[in-house]
């Protein structure tokens, strides 16, 4: 039961109109940064370039989340460049 909870919590949020997909998974890029969590980062890049983030706004939303999250964050900005060069080609910014 709780399961369905969290699933049906998660459709909603996710079938929210005020943000779109890109602005969604930008968020959620950094919060994947500042959660420390490699496998996090690493889908929601990909994530977000399927919704057209570009190669400024996904590192953007990784600051982000270091001015936030301070020195620990700022140590998986090297996981996100890495997943940002696996799904972002360089000639598409």
């Given at each position: 039961?709780?399961?369905?909870?969290?699933?049906?919590f998660l459709q909603?949020?996710?079938s929210g109109k005020a943000l779109g997909i890109k602005e969604k998974?930008?968020?959620?890029?950094a919060l994947a940064v500042a959660a420390q969590c490699e496998w996090c980062i690493a889908f929601h890049?990909?994530?977000?370039?399927?919704?057209?983030a570009t190669r400024?706004?996904?590192?953007?939303?990784?600051f982000m989340a270091v001015i936030m999250h301070g020195g620990p964050a700022y140590m998986y900005m090297t996981p996100l460049l890495e997943a940002i060069d696996e799904f972002l080609p360089k000639?598409?910014?």
């Open positions: 039961m709780e399961t369905d909870a969290f699933l049906g909603k949020a996710e998974e930008l968020i959620n890029v890049v990909e994530q977000a370039v399927r919704a057209g400024d706004e996904i590192v953007e939303s990784g000639d598409s910014d």
